[in-house]
């Protein structure tokens, strides 16, 4: 029997190498639903190919090819909730990802989870949340689908050990980096991905955000994760277990394997593969410590994963405006750290106790991150 499965963020970077990984499953899954956000274009295309039962676009739902089109948030939660859906991959970007979440894993659908923010804002209630309906949540981050992939038997990890290409700037030097333009700083060597994201990874943000979907997914202590850079992106991670032997998934870099993995767990399937691996063609591998000077924006969502309650929620909105006005042209790639860092400096860690707590808090701080861009030059 085909398992239904719906994809939230249909359009964007996961969402389109997700639909292309299914249709080389053929006929093991049906494409119940699609939410997209503003490419009708491109939403048309996949409604003609894959003829989902639900449709949703967050602007202009007269320009859908499709009976009766939903649209916005109500619309987004309507697909995910739906309990026709056996699986559902969240690949919609930042915090849009949470709700979404939270309704489908409350119906009992197991989640193929590509969207970080969701366990960075709310990682303690998403968790419990799934334990308590007992659905699974299945990474599709490719360092954390490595993981997944190595762990047996949890108890026995001593350490997660988490890559990092180094992104675009690994061997540049300060100069260069306060010289760059949008377009250097999206030139990922390895990764093609949406933009915030790849803005992210030239800061190395992302890989603190890396971090703390990790805590929250692997109910791992931030003592016991460890970033390495690793240029190459050949091992996507690694985990040692107590008895000191480590443990570590390699492959080509390709968005397609961590995919289909989460949505065909627990079962292997032959996929899409560029090539197959070899060792005698790779020839080396290089690892290293992060520089935390050079790239502060890990050093900052270490900390504030390590603080937990509210500081990753003001952490995560403050940068993700902060990209967002980079990326507009309204401020340089060297004004996004002290962007960040000003805004979390104005707050105090609180406890968090529901999910509309957090989007208040998230609102607020966004509000107060634009207010600073608005001056730009007191950042």
Same mark, same amino acid.
């Given at each position: 029997?085909?398992?239904?499965?719906?994809?939230?963020?249909?359009?964007?970077?996961?969402?389109?190498?997700?639909?292309?990984?299914?249709?080389?499953?053929?006929?093991?899954?049906?494409?119940?639903?699609?939410?997209?956000?503003?490419?009708?274009?491109?939403?048309?295309?996949?409604?003609?190919?894959?003829?989902?039962?639900?449709?949703?676009?967050?602007?202009?739902?007269?320009?859908?090819?499709?009976?009766?089109?939903?649209?916005?948030?109500?619309?987004?939660?309507?697909?995910?909730?739906?309990?026709?859906?056996?699986?559902?991959?969240?690949?919609?970007?930042?915090?849009?990802?949470?709700?979404?979440?939270?309704?489908?894993?409350?119906?009992?659908?197991?989640?193929?989870?590509?969207?970080?923010?969701?366990?960075?804002?709310?990682?303690?209630?998403?968790?419990?949340?799934?334990?308590?309906?007992?659905?699974?949540?299945?990474?599709? #981050?490719? @360092? !954390? &689908?490595? =993981?997944? $992939?190595?762990?047996?038997? %949890?108890?026995?990890?001593?350490?997660?050990? *988490? /890559?990092?290409?180094?992104?675009?700037?690994?061997?540049?030097?300060?100069? #260069?980096? @306060? !010289? &760059?333009? =949008?377009? $250097?700083?999206?030139?990922? %060597?390895?990764?093609?991905?949406?933009?915030? *994201? /790849?803005?992210?990874?030239?800061?190395?943000?992302?890989?603190?955000?890396?971090?703390? @979907?990790?805590?929250?997914?692997?109910?791992?202590?931030?003592?016991?994760?460890?970033?390495?850079?690793?240029?190459?992106?050949?091992?996507?991670?690694?985990?040692?277990?107590?008895?000191?032997?480590?443990?570590?998934?390699?492959?080509?870099?390709?968005?397609?394997?961590?995919?289909?993995?989460?949505?065909?767990?627990?079962?292997?399937?032959?996929?899409?593969?560029?090539?197959?691996?070899?060792?005698?063609?790779?020839?080396?591998?290089?690892?290293?410590?992060?520089?935390?000077?050079?790239?502060?924006?890990?050093?900052?969502?270490?900390?504030?994963?390590?603080?937990?309650?509210?500081?990753?929620?003001?952490?995560?909105?403050?940068?993700?405006?902060?990209?967002?006005?980079?990326?507009?042209?309204?401020?340089?790639?060297?004004?996004?750290?002290?962007?960040?860092?000003?805004?979390?400096?104005?707050?105090?860690?609180?406890?968090?106790?529901?999910?509309?707590?957090?989007?208040?808090?998230?609102?607020?701080?966004?509000?107060?991150?634009?207010?600073?861009?608005?001056?730009?030059?007191?950042?």
């Amino acid at each position: 029997m085909k398992r239904k499965i719906s994809i939230i963020g249909s359009t964007g970077s996961i969402g389109t190498q997700a639909l292309e990984v299914l249709e080389r499953l053929g006929d093991k899954f049906e494409i119940y639903g699609l939410a997209a956000g503003s490419n009708t274009d491109l939403l048309n295309s996949q409604i003609k190919k894959f003829k989902p039962k639900k449709v949703c676009v967050s602007k202009n739902p007269e320009k859908v090819d499709f009976n009766c089109v939903l649209s916005g948030e109500e619309g987004i939660l309507d697909i995910a909730a739906d309990r026709e859906n056996d699986i559902v991959l969240m690949a919609v970007s930042g915090r849009f990802g949470l709700k979404p979440t939270l309704a489908a894993i409350r119906n009992g659908i197991d989640i193929a989870l590509a969207n970080k923010e969701t366990l960075v804002m709310a990682g303690d209630i998403v968790m419990r949340e799934a334990k308590k309906y007992d659905v699974n949540i299945l990474p599709v #981050d490719s @360092e !954390h &689908s490595a =993981i997944h $992939q190595c762990i047996k038997n %949890p108890s026995d990890v001593s350490k997660l050990i *988490i /890559t990092a290409s180094g992104g675009p700037f690994l061997n540049k030097s300060s100069y #260069d980096m @306060e !010289h &760059s333009d =949008i377009k $250097q700083v999206l030139n990922h %060597p390895r990764w093609k991905m949406g933009k915030k *994201i /790849t803005v992210d990874s030239a800061t190395l943000m992302n890989k603190g955000l890396e971090v703390i @979907e990790a805590h929250h997914l692997f109910n791992m202590d931030y003592d016991d994760i460890e970033v390495v850079i690793h240029p190459q992106s050949v091992v996507h991670s690694a985990i040692e277990y107590k008895d000191g032997s480590v443990i570590a998934q390699l492959g080509v870099p390709s968005m397609h394997i961590p995919i289909q993995y989460a949505i065909t767990y627990p079962e292997r399937l032959e996929g899409i593969k560029s090539k197959s691996f070899s060792f005698s063609e790779i020839a080396r591998l290089d690892f290293s410590k992060p520089d935390f000077d050079k790239f502060p924006c890990l050093r900052l969502a270490l900390g504030a994963g390590r603080a937990g309650g509210t500081s990753p929620v003001v952490m995560n909105a403050a940068n993700e405006e902060a990209v967002y006005a980079f990326l507009n042209g309204v401020i340089g790639y060297n004004d996004i750290y002290p962007t960040v860092e000003k805004i979390y400096d104005g707050y105090e860690t609180q406890k968090l106790n529901d999910i509309d707590e957090i989007f208040e808090l998230d609102n607020e701080v966004r509000l107060k991150t634009k207010e600073l861009l608005s001056g730009v030059g007191i950042v």
